[in-house]
């Protein structure tokens, strides 16, 4: 997985897309890759952030299921 840019690049980045310029032209005047410019474009308008939300679900599954607390309360 590629690394985050600083937040002063990527600042510029979105300002620049926001104003439509060209990827190729955003890309040459930041100084990093076309490819990246698509991405963070991408990002933007799927998830409106310039980096997706974490997909990774964190801590303990469950023991019961909800359907299953029920039952067992009653």
Known sequence: MPRRLPDDILHRIVIRL?????VASIAKA???????????KRNIELW???YPP???KLGR???LLPY???VSVG
Request: hydrophobic share 40%; net charge negative; charged share 25%.
């Open 18 to 22: 926001a104003t439509a310029e060209p």
């Open 30 to 40: 930041v100084g990093v890759a076309r490819e990246t410019v698509y991405r963070i």
């Open 48 to 50: 409106g952030v310039a």
């Open 54 to 56: 974490p997909t990774v």
């Open 61 to 63: 599954s469950r023991l």
């Open 68 to 70: 299953q607390e029920d």
